[in-house]
């Protein structure tokens, strides 16, 4: 099997968790935090919300383009309903981290999540060596928030087109699925309303990361 021509892979840091748990926020703030990490880009098949650029935020499709690059086999997961839209990952992003050499930072949804906690994931997807490699520069947190903040952050991120029954279904599976397998995820985040500042310094903690000039 040949190997993946790569000397040094970057760092990547997974972030899951609960619908409103504030994955995007923390997405953000280390982001903008550290400017040495690079986006893994999802695809999502709803329109950019304000502030919201295409080929950084997400790349912004068509449901009906989203389900051919699909079937094309371009994608490392099936499409993932997250509310009123869903989204998916190209597994050309991931020549970031084995290839150029960057360190990224990926947002997925807990069933995921499991199988990247567990190793699974990228000898699924990757060759042997890319695998291994994927492994051990991967990080995964999990974050939770207490039910209320969860539900006035979902409302404040949707506005008008907020619907709690969007939610009902896929909070019972993500949150049967963390408690079936919690105990693969070694950093679970209560990031509680009025403390990010706190959930980002731990976050810190745990990665290790640094901006360039540290």
Same mark, same amino acid.
């Given at each position: 099997?040949?190997?993946?021509?790569?000397?040094?892979?970057? /760092?990547?840091?997974?972030?899951?968790?609960?619908?409103?748990?504030?994955? *995007?926020?923390?997405?953000?703030?280390?982001?903008? @935090?550290?400017?040495?990490?690079? @986006?893994?880009?999802?695809?999502? *098949?709803?329109?950019?919300?304000?502030?919201?650029?295409?080929?950084?935020?997400?790349?912004?499709?068509?449901?009906?383009?989203? =389900?051919?690059i699909h079937r094309r086999g371009e994608l490392i997961e099936d499409p993932v309903v997250t509310g009123p839209s869903r989204k998916a990952t190209p597994k050309s992003e991931f020549? /970031?981290?084995? $290839? =150029?050499?960057?360190?990224?930072?990926? @947002? #997925? *949804?807990?069933?995921?999540?499991?199988?990247?906690?567990?190793?699974?994931?990228?000898?699924?997807?990757?060759?042997?060596?890319?695998? #291994?490699?994927?492994?051990?520069?991967?990080?995964?947190?999990?974050?939770?928030?207490?039910?209320? *903040?969860?539900?006035?952050? @979902?409302k404040l991120r949707d506005g008008e087109k907020y619907n709690p029954d969007d939610y009902k279904e896929r909070e019972a599976h993500e949150l049967a699925i963390f408690h079936e $397998?919690?105990?693969?995820?070694? $950093?679970?985040?209560?990031?509680?309303?009025?403390?990010?500042?706190?959930?980002?310094?731990?976050?810190?903690?745990?990665?290790?990361?640094?901006?360039?000039?540290?």
């Open positions: 099997m040949k190997k993946a021509s790569v000397k040094k892979p970057g /760092k990547l840091i997974v972030i899951s968790g609960l619908p409103g748990a504030g994955k *995007d926020a923390l997405f953000q703030e280390l982001i903008s @935090r550290f400017p040495n990490f690079k @986006r893994i880009v999802t695809y999502t *098949d709803r329109p950019p919300r304000e502030g919201e650029i295409n080929g950084i935020h997400h790349h912004f499709v068509s449901p009906e383009i989203l =389900d051919e020549n /970031k981290v084995l $290839h =150029d050499g960057h360190s990224c930072i990926w @947002r #997925i *949804d807990p069933s995921l999540a499991v199988k990247v906690a567990k190793g699974e994931f990228f000898s699924e997807k990757f060759s042997a060596n890319e695998s #291994i490699l994927l492994q051990e520069s991967t990080t995964v947190l999990f974050l939770t928030a207490p039910s209320k *903040d969860l539900a006035k952050r @979902r $397998h919690k105990q693969v995820f070694k $950093h679970v985040i209560e990031n509680k309303e009025g403390k990010f500042t706190e959930t980002v310094s731990r976050v810190i903690e745990i990665t290790g990361i640094k901006t360039q000039n540290q």
